[in-house]
């Protein structure tokens, strides 16, 4: 199956992912096994090296103060190189930039990503270098969501 280009190629092929996902998922849990999750969407998963390989290239790459908090919370905030604006990059791939107010709650989510089937490490630093050094071209090409705080 070839990987989902759009939110309309997951419906247009919602019966036939549903038949293929009781048999991908048939014993299995859902949320829990990354590497049957992406299978089923169309990529083929980061071998265990890969991702060890891409995260310890975000850690070389991050700052200090960085490090630390990736290491305590498991996310790390980025500083926008044009605007001076707050991001908070957590692990993924997609919809894991958030872009902070000034009391850092969440105000929109951020999507983007490089091309290619890359470990989640590789991804973090690509959207962490984007920020830094072209924020603005970076921005023109994320979908942005709103996020309302108060609802929750």
């Not at 991702?51 to 980025?78: I, K, T």
Request: glycine share 8%; charged share 30%; hydrophobic share 40%.
């Amino acid at each position: 199956m070839a990987p989902l280009r759009s939110l309309m190629d997951l419906f247009r092929r919602v019966p036939s992912l549903w038949r293929r996902g009781q048999r991908i998922f048939a014993g299995s849990r859902f949320a829990e096994n990354r590497e049957t999750l992406l299978r089923f969407l169309g990529f083929d998963a980061a071998s265990p090296e890969e991702e060890a390989r891409g995260l310890r290239l975000l850690q070389e790459n991050l700052s200090p103060a960085q490090r630390e908090q990736h290491g305590r919370f498991g996310y790390f905030d980025v500083v926008g190189g044009n605007t001076g604006k707050r991001y908070r990059i957590k692990y993924g791939f997609q919809l894991n930039v958030a872009l902070l107010d000034d009391r850092g709650r969440t105000k929109a989510v951020l999507c983007f990503a490089p091309e290619g089937n890359l470990p989640a490490g590789d991804v973090m630093l690509a959207q962490k270098l984007a920020l830094e050094l072209s924020e603005t071209d970076t921005l023109k090409i994320a979908n942005k969501f709103s996020y309302d705080y108060h609802r929750w």
